[in-house]
T-cell receptor, first 111, second 114 residues
Framework: RKEVEQDPGPFNVPEGATVAFNCTYS??????FFWYRQDCRKEPKLLMS???SGNEDGRFTAQLNRASQYISLLIRDSKLSDSATYLC????????????FGTGTQLKVEL | EAGVTQFPSHSVIEKGQTVTLRCDPI?????LYWYRRVMGKEIKFLLH????????ESGMPNNRFLAERTGGTYSTLKVQPAELEDSGVYFC????????????FGNGTRLTVT
């Protein structure tokens, strides 16, 4: 079983749609959680951290359920520029930024 | 502020040859990481430097890989001798001193071993 599991997609959605990605992680001792965005042939870039209370940044909302070891990302009013691969990332217990990545979910926003 | 820079951006070498990848972290970042993505797989941790010291090298695949960070500034990752399965994208990232400071990734070096 992979340490961080994501549906690879692709998710093809029309502009303006709301889309949700899910992710599960296996290490119950994991301490911190993130969503990264990676454009084709580019480096991963931090999109947002994920907190137990849920957090929002503009059109993006992230949720964490520690009991179920489940992380989600909701994108509202999707734009063409949101097209990318979204990586679910977990920081192992012990910190030090030893990140464990999911394989990513590909999103394509279309006209 | 200059970001994390990596050189070269692409490298094509033959099996058995040696390649050295270089990473220049963001100035002042003590923490430097190497990650790798092989075709079709997720990005995986290789190792972590704090200044010039190896904090965690548990992700290094085998002894054909040697990472150094002399003087605690830039880092090199040498693969000798390269094998076909070493092909992939090698990312370097740096972070500040605070616990859980966000990682800033470089553009990566795409390595192809033929």
């Amino acid at each position: 079983r992979k340490e961080v599991e994501q549906d690879p997609g692709p998710f093809n959605v029309p502009e303006g749609a709301t889309v949700a990605f899910n992710c599960t992680y296996s290490n119950s001792a994991s301490q911190s959680f993130f969503w990264y965005r990676q454009d084709c042939r580019k480096e991963p870039k931090l999109l947002m951290s994920v907190y137990s209370s849920g957090n929002e940044d503009g059109r993006f909302t992230a949720q964490l359920n520690r009991a179920s070891q489940y992380i989600s990302l909701l994108i509202r009013d999707s734009k063409l520029s949101d097209s990318a691969t979204y990586l679910c990332v977990v920081n192992d217990a012990g910190g030090g930024n030893k990140l464990t990545f999911g394989t990513g979910t590909q999103l394509k926003v279309e006209l | 502020e200059a970001g994390v820079t990596q050189f070269p951006s692409h490298s094509v070498i033959e099996k058995g040859q040696t390649v050295t990848l270089r990473c220049d972290p963001i100035s002042g970042h003590d923490n430097l990481y190497w990650y790798r993505r092989v075709m079709g797989k997720e990005i995986k941790f290789l190792l972590h430097f704090v200044k010039e010291s190896k904090q965690d090298e548990s992700g290094m695949p085998n002894n054909r890989f040697l990472a150094e960070r002399t003087g605690g500034t830039y880092s090199t990752l040498k693969v000798q001798p390269a094998e076909l399965e070493d092909s992939g994208v090698y990312f370097c990232a740096s972070a500040g001193q605070l616990y859980n400071s966000p990682l800033h990734f470089g553009n990566g070096t795409r390595l192809t071993v033929t």
